[in-house]
């Protein structure tokens, strides 16, 4: 089991920049392929970017692709997500999750296998 925990959300002006964090637990992190998600209020959860186990592939929804960097330290047991040039419509709760499978370009709720709880970013205009 992997327990997730993200920080690093906060109020930013449009044009901004935040860098998130999620921190797992246990030592098989490196078994995982990561993603970012996040959920506008009333919207559904939506896709955002997804690294691989090694971290050497990465994958981005095309509404943050050239803004945001999804990254991650096997070491630290740590993936990231940089967003730079925010906007407001980057508003929402942002959560990342794990996903057992090492295939490619996942980006359903439905194809990770644990969430962490969730934290908020806000832009303002």
């Known amino acids: 089991q992997v327990q997730l925990v993200e920080s690093g959300g906060g109020l930013e002006q449009a044009g901004g920049s935040l860098r998130l964090s999620c921190a797992a637990s246990g030592r098989t992190f490196g078994s995982y392929a990561m993603g970012w998600f996040r959920q506008a209020p009333g919207k559904e959860r939506e896709f955002v970017a997804r690294?691989?186990?090694?971290?050497?592939?990465?994958y981005y929804a095309n509404s943050v692709k050239g803004r945001f960097t999804i990254s991650r330290d096997n070491a630290k047991n740590t993936v990231y997500l940089q967003m730079n040039s925010l906007k407001p419509e980057d508003t929402a709760v942002y959560y990342c999750?794990?996903?057992?499978?090492?295939?490619?370009?996942?980006?359903?709720?439905?194809?990770?296998?644990?969430w962490g709880q969730g934290t908020q970013v806000t832009v303002s205009s």
């Open positions: 690294i691989s186990r090694p971290g050497g592939s990465t």
């Open positions: 999750a794990a996903d057992a499978s090492p295939y490619s370009g996942r980006v359903r709720t439905d194809d990770y296998d644990y």
